[in-house]
């Protein structure tokens, strides 16, 4: 199975801040990355697929990419509904595969 | 679009038997493959199974592997998740996911799971 090794596990930080998560392949795996956002007590949702790509209704302040091993989410301008936990998840092999998760808090 | 809701979770003793359900509404249900990911308590997301948009294709982890059934319903919209020797380390927020692309097997090369449902709460204790 490929691991998917998800930096750092949680980071503190304030409403209109920009943070950074990094996901690490355990093999290249192209561009085959997902992110979910997760709120406790609420379905995970979708933010970016295939790396880079935002679904519709997701803001701009999400933005994504990467390829092969390294893999990156950037979240500017922090709003309250963003302090979750973060996963990303390789899409390139079967079984699917998700990082550990990062928690991002308000600080 | 489609919406899930998953029910059935329940308090259960290891080893007995339980089966949760995952209600989609909305059109569309029966050309998309359908997974189970789970989240145990203090965990991350762990991906339990999946099933083509036909049923012909199923796939399951390690884990759960000759323990769990997939299912679905595509004349009234229902998966399932028939789940046997329950086990302790079983415990966790199950959720019922459709992949965005559409038709083929379990998984496909570049797959990505929306929507979710909210879950339901499996807990496998004596």
């Not at chain 1, 998560?21 to 933010?47: D, F, M």
């Not at chain 1, 935002?54 to 500017?76: C, D, K, M, Q």
């Not at chain 2, 189970?36 to 036909?54: D, H």
């Not at chain 2, 399932?80 to 692309?101: F, H, I, N, P, W």
Request: some cysteine; glycine content about 12%.
């Amino acid at each position: 199975d490929i691991q998917m090794t998800q930096s750092p596990s949680s980071l503190s930080a304030s409403v209109g801040d920009g943070v950074s998560i990094t996901c690490r392949a355990s093999q290249s795996i192209s561009t085959y990355v997902n992110w979910y956002r997760h709120k406790p007590g609420e379905a995970p949702r979708l933010l970016i697929y295939a790396s880079s790509n935002l679904p519709s209704g997701v803001p701009s302040r999400f933005s994504a990419g990467g390829s092969g091993t390294e893999f990156f989410l950037n979240i500017a301008d922090l709003r309250p509904e963003d302090f979750a936990t973060y996963f990303c998840q390789q899409s390139y092999s079967a079984p699917p595969t998700f990082g550990q998760g990062t928690k991002v808090e308000i600080k | 679009e489609i919406q899930l809701v998953e029910s059935g979770g329940d308090f259960v003793q290891p080893g007995r038997s339980l089966r949760i359900s995952c209600a989609a509404t909305g059109s569309g249900f029966d050309d998309y493959a359908m997974h189970w990911v789970r989240q145990g308590p203090g965990k991350g997301l762990e991906w339990v199974s999946g099933i083509s948009w036909n049923g012909g294709s199923e796939g399951y982890a390690e884990s759960v592997k000759g323990r769990f059934t997939i299912s679905r319903d595509n004349v009234n919209n229902y998966l399932y998740l028939q789940m046997d020797s329950l086990r302790v380390e079983d415990t966790a927020m199950y959720y019922c996911t459709k992949v965005g692309q559409g038709s083929g097997p379990y998984h496909n090369r570049g797959d990505w799971f929306d929507p979710w449902g909210q879950g339901t709460q499996v807990t496998v204790s004596a």
